[in-house]
């Protein structure tokens, strides 16, 4: 499967305490997006990997939240200090600069903060 | 502040009937409009974009409409067939802006058998 790959499909945790989740992008693409989806709302921009540089936050990055993309390959998201308001679906997704802007998402990653 | 408006919020369609969603937007330095599918508990998958320089893109049951001056633009789903129940999302995104999405708030079909 050369599409792009999220880990942990779903996550359970406690307020509180701190989760990451990974992503890996289809292969030789340069661009890398993390998005968050609510139930019944469309995906919403996080944040935007060119290469191993985050080039652009949202403002619904908070503090607690941090991404990277060590050798610009695949990434990874951690959110500290959970809230509940943290629940909601993180969506990966990936495109080659280039061909163009097709963009392509994950299966996502469901995060249930109790 | 809302960039990208779609409507309606849901659709119920007979089998073989037109879907038909719309969306409209405000920002006229948009410049790449895709649609998206979502299955239940799936990411979203591009079915069809389009540019501003042209009217209409069709993709085999799929046609995308699209009016510069009204800034508005819509999704045709031919045929409509019960496998197409799902949520569809359109978007927008700048090339200046890395072409990161402004999605819609979605619409959720369902094609009656």
């Known amino acids: 499967d050369t599409g792009v790959s999220q880990d942990p499909r779903h996550k359970i945790t406690k307020r509180g305490q701190n989760v990451t989740f990974r992503c890996d992008p289809i292969s030789e693409h340069n661009r890398l997006y993390w998005y968050r989806q609510t139930l019944g709302q469309g995906p919403e921009f996080l944040t935007y990997f060119q290469n191993e540089a985050q080039l652009e936050k949202s403002r619904l990055l908070s503090d607690r939240f941090s991404a990277e993309r060590p050798k610009g390959s695949f990434s990874t998201l951690e959110i500290q200090r959970t809230e509940q308001g943290d629940s909601a679906m993180y969506l990966c997704?990936?495109?080659?600069?280039?061909?163009?802007?097709?963009?392509?998402f994950g299966e996502g990653s469901w995060l249930t903060v109790v | 502040q809302q960039q990208v408006k779609q409507s309606p919020q849901s659709l119920i369609v007979q089998k073989g009937g037109i879907s038909i969603i719309n969306c409209a937007y405000e920002n006229t330095a948009f410049d790449y409009f895709p649609w998206y599918q979502q299955f239940p508990g799936k990411g979203p998958a591009l079915l069809i974009a389009?540019?501003?320089?042209?009217s209409e893109k069709k993709e085999g049951r799929f046609t995308i409409s699209f009016n510069k001056s009204a800034k508005q633009f819509s999704l045709h789903i031919m045929d409509s067939q019960p496998g197409d129940s799902a949520t569809y999302f359109c978007?927008?995104?700048?090339?200046?802006?890395?072409?990161?999405?402004?999605f819609g708030s979605g619409t959720r079909l369902l094609v009656r058998p």
């Open positions: 389009i540019r501003p320089d042209v």
């Open positions: 997704a990936s495109s080659f600069l280039g061909s163009g802007n097709t963009i392509y």
């Open positions: 978007a927008a995104s700048r090339e200046d802006s890395s072409y990161k999405l402004i």
